[in-house]
């Protein structure tokens, strides 16, 4: 159980911006949100995490909601590359192996 | 920048053969896991290793698989008498600590194919 729910596809166009939203409802106060990307036949890839605060880094941001219950992931400029699964994931507790769901399917169109 | 690699990338086997799937992690990290991908699936989590024994296992991870660390630098997998449903993508990953605040490095995964 993935325990985060998370829209089975989007779409985007090239060098827009791109809101990959995230629902983890019932979130404990010392998960954190990780998110990883799949491009087509290759491994995961870490793209960011965070616990309350918002993250940036090169790849992208991580908006976190107040309340925790929800996370967005920004890329703010979408390229073709960036075409992947993106998956949104809990960790916590004393387990560090990563519950893949079935995660959010980017298309980018130029 | 520093990567996990795998090897074979794609490994054909006869159904009842044992096979090793091989990994060298990022040369640093401390942690490494096996996880697999059947066709058109969800990406499981296999088995984590830390300090030459297991840490973690799944209900996948059964009698018919181990892991090893040989050396200092590789990772195996070793499924000792493969099933038809056994073929798969394996990635191997690495990190650098425990801690749900690290990342996880992955490989390009090995391809499995059991006829």
Known sequence: ?110 | EPEVTQTPSHQVTQMGQEVILRCVPISNHLYFYWYRQILGQKVEFLVSFYNNEISEKSEIFDDQFSVERPDGSNFTLKIRSTKLEDSAMYFCASSGDRGTYNEQFFGPGTRLTVL
């Not at chain 1, 075409?83 to 980018?108: D, E, P, Q, S, W």
């Open chain 1, 1 to 110: 159980d993935a325990k985060t729910t998370q829209p089975n596809s989007m779409e985007s166009n090239e060098e827009e911006p791109v809101h990959l939203p995230c629902n983890h409802s019932t979130i404990s106060g010392t998960d954190y949100i990780h998110w990883y990307r799949q491009l087509p036949s290759q491994g995961p890839e870490y793209v960011i995490h965070g616990l309350t605060s918002n993250v940036n880094n090169r790849m992208a941001s991580l908006a976190i909601a107040e309340d925790r219950k929800s996370s967005t992931l920004i890329l703010h400029r979408a390229t073709l590359r960036d075409a992947a699964v993106y998956y949104c994931i809990r960790m916590g507790g004393a387990t560090n192996k990563l519950i893949f769901g079935t995660g959010t399917l980017l298309a980018v169109q130029p």
